[in-house]
């Protein structure tokens, strides 16, 4: 089946900047909405962002809109998440899916990647 690989996340201190990457193997996702995902010790996974299958639409929450930028590029079967004006608030794990919709972010795929892991210091 297909399964989705999370990269990109590191250490770094409030305000400043990372990029996460999401791959899939096995099959593409190029046709799929996609979105990201974040959870942080003790609490739920939340949905962060979502992209439609041609990246011409997306959707933030208001926790991150402004800061964060989702893109994907289809041919490489990759989908991005800029992430700048870190706060000590966006640490978390992050994973990505196939979600049913941009806007709920209601995700697909029972399996989850390992995530990765985002860590911002104050």
């Known amino acids: 089946q297909a399964q989705l690989d999370e990269s990109g996340g590191g250490l770094v201190q409030a305000g400043g900047s990372l990029r996460l990457s999401c791959t899939a193997s096995?099959?593409?996702?190029?046709?799929?909405?996609m979105g990201w995902f974040r959870q942080a010790p003790g609490k739920e996974r939340e949905f962060v962002a979502g992209?439609?299958?041609?990246?011409?639409?997306?959707y933030y929450v208001d926790s991150v809109k402004g800061r964060f930028t989702i893109s994907r590029d289809n041919a490489n079967n990759t989908m991005y998440l800029q992430m700048n004006s870190l706060k000590p608030e966006d640490t978390a794990a992050y994973y990505c899916?196939?979600?049913?919709?941009?806007?709920?972010?209601?995700?697909?795929?029972?399996?989850w990647g390992q995530g990765t892991q985002v860590t911002v210091s104050s």
């Open positions: 899916n196939i979600v049913t919709s941009i806007y709920t972010g209601r995700p697909l795929l029972a399996s």
């Open positions: 992209i439609n299958w041609s990246g011409g639409a997306t």
């Open positions: 096995g099959r593409s996702f190029s046709s799929r909405a």
